[in-house]
């Protein structure tokens, strides 16, 4: 499968059929490349083959770089991922504006009306590992009706070449989720659970912090 990329455009990974995905669809490879001055989202992806996302530089998207989304109770899109792999990327100030979906750098935002009242979680086996992120301002990731996710390994640095503004002001924010782990990253300015880490409509312990 061959991939066009182009400049200033949004990319758009959307590969379900109906919502009711097909097994023989492909799998999704985004290699190295550039992405910048783009909004309101870079890479989104709704499939659940395996996507990979490695070695490509985010730089300066006005909204959210990678978006996970679902709305099968909408458009009749996009469905559900099982297996992201996101490593060895390059974040620069992304989030520069205010769109819909833009919660953090990385966002994993399925629609779910009655998020309290689900019984089954949308996405699944994500991997977060060996990224570079450089922000003026504070939310990483956000993460909603999701279930085995795995932040590690990543780097996190800071600029002032923008005054903070986004609403949300958690690294991590996270509703209705189990089987989150956030280990072994290395942050500048350091991680405080209680301020840095938002959890919401999720069972204790569903996010697992090792330093």
């Not at 758009?12 to 109906?18: A, E, G, N």
């Not at 205010?98 to 309290?116: D, V, W």
């Not at 992120?133 to 390994?153: C, H, M, Q, V």
Request: charged share 20%; net charge positive; with cysteine.
């Amino acid at each position: 499968m061959k991939i066009i990329i182009y400049p200033v455009v949004i990319l758009i990974m959307t590969l379900s059929i109906s919502c009711a995905t097909k097994s023989t669809i492909l799998p999704v490879f985004l290699k190295p490349d550039t992405k910048e001055n783009s909004s309101p989202t870079v890479a989104l992806f709704s499939t659940p083959r395996r996507v990979i996302c490695e070695n490509n530089l985010f730089d300066h998207t006005h909204g959210t770089a990678i978006l996970l989304c679902g709305d099968c109770n909408g458009w009749f899109e996009t469905g559900a991922c099982k297996e992201v792999i996101i490593r060895n990327n390059k974040f620069v100030n992304a989030l520069t504006a205010n769109y819909q979906f833009t919660s953090a750098i990385i966002s994993i935002y399925p629609e779910r009306p009655n998020l309290k009242g689900q019984k089954k979680f949308f996405h699944s086996g994500i991997l977060i590992e060996n990224n570079e992120f450089e922000t003026f301002d504070r939310p990483l990731l956000y993460a909603k009706s999701t279930d085995g996710l795995i932040f590690r390994n990543n780097t996190v640095k800071y600029n002032t070449e923008f005054e903070p503004f986004h609403w949300n002001k958690y690294m991590f924010f996270f509703e209705k989720v189990k089987n989150i782990q956030i280990k072994n990253n290395r942050f500048e300015k350091g991680l405080n659970p209680e301020k840095d880490i938002r959890t919401e409509l999720s069972e204790p312990n569903s996010v697992i912090l090792q330093k």
